[in-house]
Structures are given as structure tokens and as C-alpha cells.
């Protein structure tokens, strides 16, 4: 574990601890995705010359961190607490500028994480330990796989074979297990007890006390044996003492429909009455009041539909009053979970509320880098299913530009006072009709029209602030940063779907019997509407 002085060294190879240092140079995210989509990340892996793509990766992540940050650092040489997290774990401590950088002071109890760590990681399948990643409000959001089942505690390469159908996968290292690990199995009778208080006690540390759950089942069962097990069916009640909200979203096998229709999520609805699926959606009433979905309904939802209203409800517990953090994970933390943890810092960033000096292409790097490529995400496998949930991600971003999902909206409700009758600008706002039609298909070449309200002639634009009464700045301002919301998603999209199609996109396509290449091109366009789009774009 490095402290702060630690951190601020550890930054100052890549990253922002120390003013005046020139960043590295840039690894553009078409480069990023070539290596993403070639190999697999893996720590232990990572270590060689200075000038290797995966540390020039790693060093851009840091320097990027550091340019609104003071963090330490954990360090994860080889692969040492976890072979598929990053070699540099960042802690953000607090948000920075430039004097504060120079005389940082870690607020970390570094020892005492440090144990924590070490001792929690057998408590998540794989060794994935719950890992704060955002930084929101003073609030860490955190990122995990679930809780591991007595699959894995036998033995992780037993368990990776039962997992993985029966062939050894690529974690499972025989070195990974050492001997604190064995001699912790060995006490059968106390060992949930042992691993999962340790477990318990780094959510503490963190101040979590929402625990998203995104599996559909209730434990991950593989030839009649529980390999994995959730927060939700601890026989114990051992997290009793959390808000434990099961929100089950499908997995990434169900993605290989999404690109099988033409990469269209609209009315692609996950089958919920297969064997497998046991989870039901459970979230506590005094959670759902203020977001008007009807929850009911769940199985009824689309894929847009779903995603959309599950990133609603993690926007509301980050931006609640409490203080408390947020933990999101799906089974091994690498799939669904990105995919949240990804939605959330996007969409955070477009409402100017973290990473406030990142340009868009650099908040994009950043979390296909951190979010996806160093967190273990399997792309190359994934592609080669055509289960592309890691695509889904960043062309769903047209879905989530509205007001609806602005933390801004919220924040601004808490400080208003009551008000007389009558039309506020936010009134007239709320009269526009969600982004539909042209808006949700995938050709629409990154355009988002602005549809009128009903009954209404013409289209209200954001010059409709010169027709509200004197008095309103306030009001003004919040719809301004409503427009850089919009503008500022649509970047990051266009930026990602420019790169995709000039490095993965041909890729993504299964090859075609009879050659037909430019077919295949053609098919990938149309889906995602890249046909007027230079792949010069970055």
C-alpha cells in the first residue's frame, strides 16, 4: 500500500501529485482499443519496459485521475491482492487543485486498509475485493465481484473449472492462492464467518451501505454445485445491516441478441422465465417514491427501458443526503458492473459534478481504460461470442442526455424555495417529450432532436431562457448546464463510435462464408450509424 508521499510518487511517473510535471505522451484511444481488443489484461502481465502500451496506459489513467484528485495508491504489483484489478488500485481521498497537489496529505488509514484488503479479498468471487472507484459528494463508489460460495473457497482453480464449463480459464492461477489463503479454508466451521466479517468490515471503512446486487440469481449454481453466493441469501443475515437492493439485469450472453438485431435495444426484452433466473427485483420502498417508475413492471421492460431506470436509481443513492457510499457488482464483476460504474461516471461527468477538467475524450479514455480494460473485462472473448455489452455501454449514451438523468435536477430541487403558482422554467422544460423516435435508432448519426411538447408550435430550444420573467439566473444557469449535459454526451459518443468502427468494428463481425467483407462493414455501419463518420475523427 503507498501512502500519500507514496501516491504523489507513484503519480508523478504518470500522474498529476506533483505540479509541473509534462504528462506522458498520450496513448489515443484508438491505440487503446486495438490493445484492448487483442489481449487480455492481467496484472501480473503488465510489468516490463517503460515504453510497453499497457503501463503507458496505466501512467495516462493516473495522470488523468490526478488532474481534479489527491489519491494514494494501492499497489497490486503482479497481481499480488488481485491478478485482474489494476497494478495502480487509485483511492481518491478528496477533490484537488493545483496548490492543494503540491501539499497533499493522505486522510487514508493506509495500514489499517491495507489489512482490510488483504483479508476481505476471499470473501468475492475470484479475489475481487469491493474497490472504491468514483468519488462523489465525499462518497465512494464502489465496485466488486459477489460473494463467493463454498465453490471457490475449496479452491479457486477447482472452482474456475466448475465455473467456467469445464475448461480452465484464464484466472486461474494455482499462484494466485497462498498460504494465508489455505490455512483460512482449512477452518471450515468459521469460515464465512471469518472471511465475510473482514468483507463486512472494508464496507464499513468505506462508508457503504447500498449493496446493488445485478445477478438474476440467487446463488451461481454449475453442475448442481453453488460456486457463487449474494448479500441476498446470506443464511446469517450477515449484511442485515445494509440496504441490500437486488436489481437483476441480464448478463452478458444476453448482448449477443443485442448485436444479432442490428445493435437495436429497443424492444429486445430479456427472457424471464428461464430455469436459471430465481432473483427477483427487490428494492426497498423509501427508495422508489421519489422516481415515479413502476417497478412492477420490470419483466415488462426492454433493454433501453431497463438500463435506463437502473442507472435512475443509482443516480438517486449517490445523490441522496446521507453520506453513505454505494457497492455495485454483478457475479464476477466484469461485465454488468463496468457497464453501471461506467454510466454513472459519464454521466456524473456531463453534469460538470466529477472529473470537472477532463475534456470528453479524455473522461472517455479514462473510463475504458480504468472502468473496462484494467478491471479485467474479457473484450476479446466477449467479441468473439458477439455478446458486446461492452459496445452497449457507450452507444447507450443517447439514451441518458435528458434532464431525467441529471444530478442536477435533484440538487436543484433541494435548494429552491417554495415558490407562487405559475410556470417556472424548469415547468416548461419538463413539457418536452422524452428522446424518442429518431433519437433511439442506432443510424441516427449521433443526432438528438429536440422534440416540441404536445400542442406546441415549433421546437423549444434553449433560447427559451430570454423568455422567462427577470429574476430566474439561477434557473438559467441550471438549464445551460442541462445543453452541456447533451453536448457533452454526444461527444463522448460520437469520439467512441469513430474509434470503434476503425479498430474493433470489423472485428465484432463473425466472418462471412462467403467473404463478403464489405457486407460485413456495411452491416456494422448501418447498425450503428457510422456512415458519415471519418474514423479521423480523434
Not at 458 to 484: H, I, K
Amino acid at each position: 500500500m503507498a501512502g500519500a508521499r507514496a501516491a504523489a510518487a507513484a503519480a508523478s511517473a504518470g500522474s498529476s501529485a506533483s505540479s509541473g510535471n509534462q504528462p506522458p505522451q498520450e496513448l489515443g484511444l484508438g491505440e487503446l482499443l486495438e490493445e484492448f481488443s487483442r489481449t487480455q489484461y492481467r496484472a501480473k502481465d503488465g510489468s516490463g519496459t517503460g515504453g510497453s502500451k499497457v503501463e503507458r496506459i496505466e501512467k495516462r489513467c493516473l495522470e488523468l485521475f490526478g488532474r481534479d484528485y489527491c489519491f494514494s495508491v494501492i499497489p497490486n504489483t503482479n497481481g499480488d491482492i488481485c491478478g485482474h484489478y489494476p497494478r495502480h488500485i487509485v483511492f481518491l481521498e478528496y477533490e484537488s487543485s493545483e496548490k492543494e497537489k503540491d501539499t497533499f496529505e493522505s486522510t487514508v488509514q493506509v495500514s489499517k486498509l491495507q489489512d482490510l484488503i488483504h483479508r476481505s479479498k476471499m470473501a468475492r468471487c475470484r479475489g475481487r475485493f469491493v474497490c472504491p472507484v468514483i468519488l462523489f459528494k465525499g462518497k465512494h463508489i464502489c465496485r466488486s465481484a459477489t460473494l463467493a460460495g463454498w465453490g471457490e473457497l475449496y479452491g479457486r482453480s477447482g472452482y474456475n473449472y466448475f465455473f467456467s464449463g469445464g475448461a480452465d480459464d484464464a484466472w486461474a492461477d494455482v499462484e494466485d492462492v497462498t498460504e494465508e489463503d489455505c490455512a483460512l479454508r482449512s477452518g471450515d466451521t468459521h469460515l464465512f464467518d471469518k472471511v465475510r466479517g473482514y468483507d463486512i468490515k472494508l464496507l464499513r471503512y468505506l462508508s457503504v451501505k447500498y449493496i446493488c446486487d445485478l445477478m438474476v440469481e440467487n446463488k451461481k449454481v454449475k453442475f448442481g454445485m453453488n460456486v457463487t453466493s449474494s448479500e441476498k441469501v446470506d443464511k446469517a443475515q450477515r449484511y442485515a445491516d445494509f440496504t441490500l437492493l437486488s436489481i437483476p439485469y441480464p448478463g452478458c450472453e444476453f448482448f449477443k441478441e443485442y448485436k444479432d438485431r442490428d445493435y437495436m435495444a429497443e424492444g429486445l426484452i430479456f427472457n424471464w422465465k428461464q430455469d436459471y433466473v430465481d432473483a427477483p427485483l427487490s428494492i426497498p420502498d423509501f427508495l422508489t417514491h421519489s422516481l415515479n417508475i413502476d417497478w412492477s413492471q420490470y419483466q415488462c421492460w426492454d433493454l433501453v427501458q431497463q438500463t435506463q431506470n437502473y442507472l435512475k436509481l443509482l443516480l438517486s443513492l449517490v445523490n441522496s443526503d446521507d453520506d453513505s457510499g454505494l457497492l455495485v457488482h454483478c457475479i464476477s464483476g466484469w461485465d454488468r458492473t463496468p457497464l453501471f460504474i461506467s454510466l454513472l461516471r459519464l454521466s456524473l461527468w456531463a453534469d460538470g459534478l466529477i472529473h470537472t477538467s477532463l475534456k470528453p475524450t479524455e473522461i472517455l479514455y479514462l473510463t475504458v481504460a480504468y472502468d473496462w480494460f484494467l478491471f479485467g473485462h474479457m473484450l476479446v472473448d466477449r467479441l468473439s461470442k458477439g455478446e458486446e455489452i461492452f459496445f452497449f455501454c457507450f452507444n447507450f449514451l443517447k439514451h441518458i442526455t435528458s434532464e431525467e438523468f441529471s444530478a442536477l435536477k435533484t440538487q436543484r430541487r433541494k435548494s429552491l424555495p417554495a415558490r407562487d403558482g405559475g410556470f417556472t422554467l424548469e415547468d416548461i422544460c419538463m413539457l418536452r417529450r422524452k428522446d424518442r423516435g429518431s433519437t433511439t435508432s442506432l443510424g441516427s448519426d449521433f443526432s438528438l432532436v429536440m422534440e416540441s411538447s404536445p400542442g406546441a408550435t415549433g421546437s423549444f430550444t434553449y433560447e427559451a431562457v430570454e423568455l422567462v420573467p427577470a429574476g430566474a439566473p439561477t434557473q438559467a444557469a441550471w438549464l445551460a448546464a442541462l445543453s452541456d449535459r447533451e453536448t457533452r454526451l454526444q461527444e463522448v459518443r460520437s469520439a467512441f463510435l469513430a474509434a470503434y468502427s476503425s479498430t474493433v468494428g470489423l472485428r465484432a463481425v463473425a466472418p462471412s462464408p462467403s467473404g463478403a467483407i464489405g457486407g460485413l462493414l456495411e452491416q456494422f455501419a448501418r447498425g450503428v450509424g457510422l456512415r458519415s463518420i471519418s474514423s479521423n475523427a480523434l
